[in-house]
């Protein structure tokens, strides 16, 4: 079975520049969690969804960071316009229940430059 | 509020002696913990974890026990290899919610031959 699928792996982009994030969930999953991890920290949830809903957004920086999951399967995370503290890995997680271990993906490494 | 401590690192060993990364959490609620793994490029992977007070997580010859008189979750090995080299993550759920992960800030282990 395939894993949580992310891209890209790697961006590099100048500041005030827009960047997204895909995320592809284990298949069956309806919970989908994204996360930021900054450097030399653990990851800290920004969004998460159950199915198509965002049920949880209060640590979302909601003046330049959005998401969506129209379908309830694949999420796109959004920033708009790119700080440069927004350099991190952004990992995506998801689960088949909302109390079931959370699976996560590789992540994508953001550079702001 | 919520929160998880766990030692820093890096924590440098030589193959098959032992490894105690120490962890410990608020005691706020009754939490899960977990320890979760993150090799090089590469997302985080669940290792272990425990739900309730006295239960003890086990998987590829870690263990943590759940301790609620300490507020602990120290992860051990009795005998590390060169392929445990990783970033230990420790976390517990917060804020009522068994879906929501907090976690601490990592702790290095380099296992030398």
């Known amino acids: 079975e395939a894993g949580v699928v992310q891209s890209p792996r790697y961006k590099i982009i100048e500041k005030k520049q827009p960047v997204a994030f895909w995320c592809n969930p284990i298949?069956?999953?309806?919970?989908l969690y994204w996360y930021r991890q900054n450097l030399g920290q653990g990851p800290e949830l920004l969004i998460r969804?159950?199915?198509?809903?965002?049920?949880?957004d209060s640590q979302l920086p909601k003046d330049r960071f959005s998401a969506e999951r129209l379908k309830g399967v694949d999420s796109t995370l959004k920033i708009q316009p790119a700080e440069l503290g927004d350099s991190a890995v952004y990992l995506c997680?998801?689960?088949?229940?909302?109390?079931?271990?959370?699976?996560f993906g590789p992540g994508t490494r953001l550079t702001v430059l | 509020g919520d929160s998880v401590t766990q030692m820093e690192g890096p924590v440098t060993l030589s193959e098959e002696a032992f490894l105690t990364i120490n962890c410990t959490y608020t005691?706020?609620?009754?939490?899960?913990l977990f320890w979760y793994v993150q090799y090089p490029g590469e997302g985080l992977q669940l290792l272990l974890k425990?739900?309730?007070?006295?239960d003890k997580g086990s998987n590829k010859g870690f263990e943590a026990t759940y301790r609620k008189e300490t507020t602990s979750f120290h992860l051990e090995k009795g005998s590390v290899q060169v392929s445990d080299s990783a970033v230990y993550f420790c976390?517990?759920?917060?804020?009522?919610?068994?879906?929501?992960?907090?976690f601490g800030t990592g702790t290095l282990l380099a296992v030398q031959p």
């Open positions: 976390a517990r759920t917060f804020g009522g919610a068994t879906n929501k992960l907090i």
């Open positions: 969804y159950e199915n198509e809903e965002a049920v949880d």
């Open positions: 298949s069956g999953h309806n919970t």
């Open positions: 425990a739900t309730k007070a006295d």
């Open positions: 005691a706020t609620g009754y939490p899960s």
């Open positions: 997680a998801s689960t088949s229940t909302p109390t079931d271990t959370q699976y």
